[in-house]
Nanobody, 121 residues
Framework: VQLQASGGGLVQAGGSLTLSCAAS????????MAWFRQALGKEREFVAG???????SSSDSVKGRFTISRANAKNTVYLQMNSLKPEDTAVYYC????????????????WGKGTLVTVSS
């Protein structure tokens, strides 16, 4: 399974961006898709996740600002990011796992290459 993320870029604080990630490759029913991010010098952290049935979860730092959604027919996950802050600056990674619901970094089986989001103040 390959994950291809896109949509990153430079945006001013308060602005919006939408990331997308498409899964392709051998036919696998993906249970969980999620977004993580890693800022310079920091560990990779969970941002938001979505199950196949549409259940979502997100970190406290993005609640109310970021929305994750999924199009199962397209094996695609989206991250709508609003009210962006400079501290949201990071490389954003798409990840997936075929079974299970946990969204810990070590539990994800497939990773995309990441897309850089830079929020200027």
């Amino acid at each position: 399974v390959q994950l291809q993320a896109s949509g990153g870029g430079l945006v001013q604080a308060g602005g919006s961006l939408t990331l997308s990630c498409a899964a392709s490759g051998r036919r696998v029913s993906i249970s969980k898709m999620a977004w993580f991010r890693q800022a310079l010098g920091k560990e990779r952290e969970f941002v938001a996740g979505v199950s196949r049935n549409g259940d979502t979860s997100s970190s406290d730092s993005v609640k109310g600002r970021f929305t994750i959604s999924r199009a199962n027919a397209k094996n695609t996950v989206y991250l709508q990011m609003n009210s962006l802050k400079p501290e949201d600056t990071a490389v954003y990674y798409c990840a997936a796992r075929p079974y299970g619901s946990s969204c810990r970094v070590r539990d994800m089986d497939y990773w995309g290459k990441g897309t850089l989001v830079t929020v200027s103040s």
